[in-house]
């Protein structure tokens, strides 16, 4: 649901960025795939990515360099799209980075519902004290596996 909601914000706001839109609703995630390559942590495992203030600082950077500098030569490999043109899309804008922020808070607020624990409000709040609606209106037997 990351993508279309990034496709969707970009025909309300045409000013957006595209790009910046679809690789920010991703970025948080690359830290799912991380901790499960590297640490041996479960799949369904998030950290810092998935709240506010990682997603605003560290996402949103993250998520500039990825659409910058790869995403152009994916898109132009992938879709065979004239690379100087998704390049020139990609460049270094205030609405680029505004872009790539708003990707990676709307993954957050997709995430939400979804989780048995949310991130969302790190370090300020405990992430087991906020549990996703879906997760309770789902948790039939009341086992929502904390």
Partial sequence: MHYPVAWGLSKLDKRLNLPGLIVGSFIPDIEVLILFLFFNVGIDNHFILHSLVG?????????ILVT???????????FRVDKS??????????????????????????????????????????????????????????????
């Fill in 55 to 63: 997603a605003l600082t560290i996402g949103t950077l993250i998520s």
């Fill in 68 to 78: 910058i500098y790869l995403y152009p030569i994916l898109a132009s490999l992938i």
């Fill in 85 to 146: 043109k998704v390049k020139e899309k990609c460049k270094l804008t205030p609405v680029l980075i505004l872009s790539c922020m708003l990707g990676n808070v709307f993954h957050i607020l997709l995430d939400l519902p979804m989780h048995p624990y949310s991130l969302v409000l790190w370090p300020f709040v405990d992430p087991y004290s906020i549990i996703g609606v879906l997760v309770l209106v789902f948790a039939v037997d009341g086992d929502i596996k904390l």
